[in-house]
């Protein structure tokens, strides 16, 4: 009898998890695809069917799409999917999930709730200043490449590349500001990344290295260099880091940058708790 068989029969009845994006309903469905028949909850903290996020910067954005939800029934496949319910804590004593909704029970828990995306310091409450993660930023930036602001997007990242892209396809005016020497400097080597530069150019966006941004003010940005930057919206790419503040005295272990610590059968420091 394997390891996964004991813990199966002596404890695990009802497995939730936390976070209803790719990575949490792949691993609902996997459970019923592997032959789990006890129950399996979802649980996600927006009130939309979970959805595929990459469509969001291209067809959704543009109004090509108006989703980009998983084509899964949840109901047939045995799976209680409850929306927005937005989780709280952990308390791993009582085996419980505490949500905005109540405590829901567990014998296993998955802990898939994602990343969030890095906020500009200095620009919130400011109007005409977003992000795009969520199928509602879609929605609200939408009109925003329908009336043609003129856009900056502070970040050359990937949601920043995508982001230019669809509002050059819509017709904006597009200055991209990036602290970095080149685009994607975190994410790629200098000799792949270097040539993303050219594209820029090519899609018709005026990037701009060695920036960094002071301050936002309503309708512009203005860089530390103490040059103004039309904007009539700003939209902010500028990283993310993991959802895990949520997790704050459970006792679960997050490494140096608010990671869940798992080991290589995705185990956290807590029993019966999975990441």
Do not use: N
Not at 32 to 41: C, D, I, K, N, P
Not at 127 to 152: C, F
Not at 225 to 236: F, I, K, Q, T
Request: glycine share 12%; charged share 20%; hydrophobic share 45%.
């Amino acid at each position: 009898m394997t390891e996964k068989t004991q813990v199966q029969e002596r404890t695990v009845r009802q497995v939730v998890v936390v976070g209803a994006g790719m990575a949490g309903v792949q691993t609902a469905v996997a459970l019923r695809e592997q032959g789990f028949t006890g129950g399996v909850t979802l649980i996600g903290a927006e009130p939309h069917q979970p959805y595929d996020r990459p469509p969001l910067s291209k067809a959704v954005l543009l109004g090509k799409a108006e989703g980009s939800a998983f084509d899964l029934d949840f109901e047939a496949l045995g799976i209680d999917l409850r929306l927005g319910r937005e989780a709280l804590g952990v308390r791993p004593g009582d085996h419980e999930l505490d949500t905005a909704a109540g405590p829901v029970p567990y014998d296993a828990l998955v802990i898939a709730t994602g990343a969030e995306p890095i906020r500009l310091p200095g620009a919130e409450g400011v109007p005409g200043v977003h992000l795009l993660r969520t199928l509602d930023d879609a929605e609200r930036l939408r009109p925003v490449l329908a009336q043609q602001h003129d856009i900056v997007v502070v970040g050359a990242g990937w949601i920043g590349a995508e982001f230019a892209t669809a509002a050059r396809e819509a017709g904006c005016v597009v200055t991209v500001i990036e602290a970095a020497d080149r685009p994607l400097a975190g994410a790629l080597p200098a000799e792949v990344a270097a040539p993303m530069a050219a594209w820029y150019a090519d899609s018709g966006a005026t990037l701009r290295t060695h920036a960094r941004v002071e301050r936002v003010e309503p309708g512009a940005v203005v860089l530390d260099d103490g040059s103004r930057v039309p904007a009539g919206a700003v939209v902010v790419g500028i990283g993310a880091r993991p959802a895990t503040a949520w997790l704050s005295g459970s006792g679960i272990e997050l490494g140096a940058h608010r990671e869940v610590v798992a080991d290589d059968h995705l185990r956290t420091s807590v029993p019966d708790v999975y990441a």
